[in-house]
């Protein structure tokens, strides 16, 4: 039976607890957390800044795309 996979947390004190199994990849970096350090924000997610610009990117294009544009009326 092979060992369970443990959080792959690199920091200053390493964390030796067991990786989850469905919810425990991160879907920026690849790695595998345990529950405490599964979120790009608890695990200091190396890509979390660009896919923080890839989402700002996609917003902006959506909202553009669904701007109205009023024409101006004329009084006579």
Excluded: W
């Excluded at 990849?25 to 890839?54: I, M, S, V």
């Excluded at 959506?62 to 701007?67: A, G």
Aim: net charge positive; aromatic share 2%.
């Amino acid at each position: 039976m092979a060992p369970k996979k443990r959080c792959q947390l690199q920091n200053e004190t390493p964390c030796n607890s067991a990786a989850l199994r469905i919810v425990g990849q991160c879907p920026h970096c690849r790695a595998e957390f345990c529950g405490t350090h599964r979120l790009p924000e608890h695990h200091n997610c190396n890509k979390l800044e660009d896919c923080r610009q890839q989402a700002y990117e996609r917003n902006k294009a959506k909202l553009e795309s669904e701007r109205t544009v009023a024409s101006k009326m004329t009084t006579v």
